[in-house]
């Protein structure tokens, strides 16, 4: 068979596109949503964030899961928590920022090393696996483990990227001072507000990351001769 297995790459292919375009869309709308109900947001995430905080607890109690890997992600989601002080406002350089993103790498790399541990070999010869559960017949299944990084290990930290506003893309106002480390006076804010009319005062990191994307693909598609650019902007 020739034609099959083509179309079974093409159909790979196109359905990859749409779910990154599906994934893309999703992001900017809810960007979009943060950006109209910035308290709303806050507060769902401050209780989220508890809430992954009260899941590990009782993982660590009930299911015996790995103390230190537990303190690991709770202390984590309590750096996360930080990051909600001038929400959604966010400085990249920010020590707390940066923290963030390597403890986010930090411990999907230790939870992953954790549950693909191989199995060891008993005496009689069967397999058995017991870093934290008594029993093997509690050995997690992969929609277990898949629930445990989408919830526990990668929600807060995607929440938080989809709702905090990246201090590059703000304009300056009053109370920016945190994000663009220059003072601001009122009337400075006047003329810029007047000379940047139709810009949004602020910009979430996962639109800035969809526009940046959505405009580099027109600018290289345009230099490459996949479609003409439109140039009645220029007059």
């Avoid at 109900?37 to 009930?62: F, K, P």
């Avoid at 300056?172 to 003329?191: D, L, Q, R, W």
């Avoid at 910009?203 to 940046?212: I, S, T």
């Amino acid at each position: 068979m020739w034609v099959l297995p083509l179309l079974g790459y093409l159909g790979v292919i196109v359905g990859f596109s749409f779910l990154t375009l599906a994934i893309a869309s999703g992001l900017y709308y809810l960007s979009e949503l943060v950006e109209e109900h910035t308290v709303l947001a806050r507060r769902l995430l401050t209780r989220l964030i508890y809430g992954v905080v009260l899941i590990q607890i009782l993982l660590s109690v009930v299911d015996r899961f790995p103390l230190s890997l537990s303190l690991l992600s709770i202390g984590s989601h309590l750096v996360y928590a930080s990051n909600l002080r001038r929400f959604p406002i966010v400085k990249l350089s920010d020590p707390l920022f940066v923290l963030s993103c390597v403890l986010v790498g930090l411990n999907h790399w230790l939870w992953f090393r954790h549950f693909s541990r191989p199995l060891p070999t008993s005496r009689a010869g069967t397999n058995w696996r017991n870093p934290y559960q008594v029993d093997v017949d509690d050995m997690p299944t992969f929609t277990e483990v898949a629930s445990y990084f989408g919830l526990c290990v990668w929600l807060v930290p995607f929440s938080l990227f989809v709702s905090l506003s990246a201090g590059d893309n703000i304009l300056p106002s009053m109370g920016s001072e945190y994000a663009t480390g220059e003072h601001v006076s009122t009337a400075g804010f006047a003329n810029n507000a007047l000379s940047s009319e139709g810009k949004s005062k602020n910009k979430g990191m996962a639109k800035a990351l969809v526009d940046g994307t959505r405009d580099w693909v027109r600018e290289n598609g345009e230099l490459m001769g996949f479609w003409k650019g439109d140039h009645s902007k220029r007059f």
